[in-house]
């Protein structure tokens, strides 16, 4: 549900940054960015609420008026008609707050959701490192969801406290003995809820904490399910999943004992207040102290006030659940990206760009193809030298690009000239046309050759619509060969000066490797190419072959020089 009055769009580069400091500035943050939807829900909230509190108080004058030997019935028919009017106004008053609260709810989740998103853009590949993908996924879902719950009840929760003040002044100025009753029972009943407020917190984190852990190992599952049933692995991981379930459902009923308590509490404490309005009420009626429609007056005021108090209840609930949402997406939009904008940027040359490691020896020259061969574990360690600009972190010297150190290029031109494409890569959901050829400036022709280059033609025929096909996250519906030669289409198709492989022709077999190595090696003849592999085809059509020194590999001792080859 939407409304234009709250669904002005926000342009990415308008959109200031978050305060992270801590979940309440964070909150206040969404506050200050947009407040009208706020103002606006507490405005109609309070009145929405408020005819709701002067209803008894009307209904008993006009009792008194009506009871009153040789009454005035002008009177009677005046207090009549003011509360058809309370009626009226809380009416359109309900159906005002209903938009203003899910306007408010909106913003709330809409700038969340676009802070997160721009944020795990910025940490790039660096993301896989620093979090966990079940805790993305659980804070772009469910701490997103308990923000917006938080800023949809404050409408209502405004209201209630004005409405609340309300009825007890004018208690007070009826009976004093009554309004004193209701100002200490009031908010005693609310600070009654207090203490059940932390321990709730607390469960509420732990089931969070759990279902990001549930949410990475279903993920991880999915992702590699064709590999554990092909070593038999499917049960044990199903077992171990089946365990965290579980933990996660008994975080789950924690929370929810702690929350029916709250729940439970906030129906207790106020009843017992109204009671103990009614008793008092009774007893002053007996003596003659207020009228019958004072009592009656008094009673419905105290049963209104049951409304505020669950109406408090519940917005302590929601905030309380918000701080700990709040607190999530805080800790994600603290990561820093290793990869940042230098100073002062020095521009590449232009044309086939060479790549050099002073401290590997390993060199790719500008525009050949050269397999570089290292141990697996290290390939990915290598192939983050190469082609990301964060500095050397260890005191080794940078890598150059086009004879300037990859931590003295800009950004962008980085982005856009050099490419990494490894295992770790996946495909989107969408229509493959739109997977592959995602620029638009790529032809029918250019995505035909990359096709042809990655032999990933068969695998585009064999779909229902061909390009058209729609391809779930992730391409589950493909094979693990199938998926790895439309990545590396995907990456010739991109066609950047500098292409870094990781391991690109794995997970198919030796025909189909000799296939996509000779046809790799003529598409990207003249551009820059280096490939991670110890496959003595990939070996065979190389320009040169580098072989890093075994104690030079990042992460290793630097106790001897390369030795390319």
């Known amino acids: 549900m939407t409304n234009r009055l709250f669904d002005r769009s926000v342009a990415p580069a308008a959109l200031p940054e978050a305060d992270t400091r801590g979940p309440w500035r964070y909150l206040w943050w969404l506050v200050r960015?947009?407040?009208?939807?706020l103002v606006l829900g507490a405005v109609l909230g309070t009145a929405w609420m408020v005819p709701l509190a002067l209803v008894p108080l009307v209904i008993g004058r006009a009792i008194d008026e009506a009871g009153r030997p040789g009454g005035d019935q002008a009177g009677l028919l005046l207090w009549s008609l003011l509360a058809l009017g309370l009626?009226?106004?809380?009416?359109?008053?309900g159906a005002g707050l209903i938009q203003a609260a899910v306007g408010a709810e909106a913003h709330a989740l809409s700038y969340t959701h676009r802070v997160l998103m721009r944020h795990v853009v910025r940490l790039g590949?660096?993301?896989?490192?620093?979090a966990r993908s079940g805790d993305v996924a659980a804070s772009a879902a469910a701490d997103v969801e308990s923000i917006g719950n938080a800023f949809e009840v404050v409408g209502r929760t405004v209201g209630a406290v004005v409405a609340a003040v309300l009825v007890a002044v004018a208690l007070t100025a009826t009976s004093p003995v009554l309004g004193l009753a209701v100002l200490i029972g009031v908010p005693a009943a609310v600070?009654?809820?207090g203490p059940l407020l932390?321990?709730?917190?607390?469960?509420?984190?732990?089931q969070r904490e759990h279902m990001g852990v549930a949410t990475s190992q279903a993920g991880d599952i999915v992702a590699g399910l064709r590999i554990l049933r092909g070593i038999g692995g499917e049960a044990g991981f199903a077992e171990r999943f089946r365990r965290t379930s579980q933990d996660v459902r008994r975080a789950g009923e924690s929370a929810g004992r702690m929350e029916a308590w709250l729940q439970a509490a906030g129906v207790l404490l106020p009843g017992l207040v109204t009671v103990g309005i009614v008793w008092l009420g009774a007893r002053l009626a007996l003596q003659g102290t207020i009228t019958a429609g004072e009592l009656i007056a008094f009673y419905g005021a105290s049963a209104f006030l049951t409304l505020?108090?669950?109406t408090a209840t519940e917005a302590a609930e929601t905030l309380s659940l918000a701080k700990v949402a709040a607190g999530r997406v805080c800790a994600l939009l603290r990561l820093t990206p290793d990869d940042t904008q230098p100073a002062h940027p020095r521009p590449l040359p232009p044309g086939p760009l060479s790549l050099a490691d002073p401290h590997t020896g390993v060199t790719a020259e500008a525009g050949r193809l050269t397999v570089v061969v290292t141990p697996a574990d290290r390939t990915g360690d290598l192939a983050d030298r190469f082609t990301r600009p964060g500095g050397p972190r260890d005191g080794t010297p940078a890598v150059l690009l086009g004879g300037v150190p990859l931590d003295r290029v800009d950004l962008a031109e980085l982005r856009s000239r050099v490419l990494r494409s490894g295992p770790a890569d996946t495909l989107f959901s969408g229509t493959l046309r739109e997977e592959l050829a995602a620029r638009a400036d790529r032809s029918p022709r250019e995505l035909d050759r990359a096709l042809f280059a990655a032999d990933a033609a068969d695998v585009v025929e064999a779909l229902p619509a061909g390009l058209d096909t729609h391809v779930?996250?992730?391409?589950?519906?493909?094979?693990?060969g199938q998926r790895q030669r439309l990545v590396l289409a995907?990456?010739?198709l991109a066609a950047p000066d500098v292409l870094v492989l990781e391991d690109p022709t794995s997970s198919v077999d030796a025909h189909t490797e000799a296939r996509v190595v000779e046809r790799v090696a003529a598409l990207r003849a003249g551009r820059t190419t280096v490939v991670f592999s110890d496959s003595p085809l990939w070996r065979g059509v190389a320009d040169r072959e580098a072989r890093p020194g075994p104690d030079r590999v990042p992460g290793s001792p630097d106790r001897s020089a390369g030795v390319p080859s």
């Open 490 to 492: 995907r990456a010739l």
């Open 191 to 193: 600070l009654g809820i």
């Open 87 to 93: 009626g009226v106004l809380q009416a359109a008053a």
């Open 198 to 206: 932390r321990p709730l917190q607390e469960r509420d984190e732990a």
């Open 472 to 480: 779930d996250e992730g391409g589950r519906a493909l094979s693990g």
């Open 125 to 130: 590949a660096t993301l896989r490192d620093k």
């Open 308 to 310: 505020p108090v669950s």
């Open 33 to 37: 960015v947009r407040p009208w939807p």
